[in-house]
């Protein structure tokens, strides 16, 4: 899914992650995490000392059960939301909202 979104400040395109997008992820979930601690349950000081591999899995691993989209305005990644369907059978039909941060 790619959208092209217009905004009082810009055209902001608004996209699921690939593969490639894991150092760039990185960087706007550390910033993220540092920048609203509050907002979220993930700790900074966690998340920096992970190795690359970690990042790269983040947005390889959910097949079909997750999907990460980016926001990106001037090839800079401003945003992020994650929607992760539930695993069992009475939660399958549902999802929920995970690391919302723009």
Known sequence: MTQLLPTPRGTILLRE????????????????LQESPI????DYRRNLSRPSKYWDNMLTLHGDKSTIFLAEHKSQFVGMTAIVRGDTPKTRHGAWIWGVYG
């Open 39 to 42: 907002a979220f349950t993930a």
């Open 17 to 32: 992650v690939n593969p490639t997008d894991a150092i760039l992820f990185r960087g706007l979930r550390l910033y993220a």
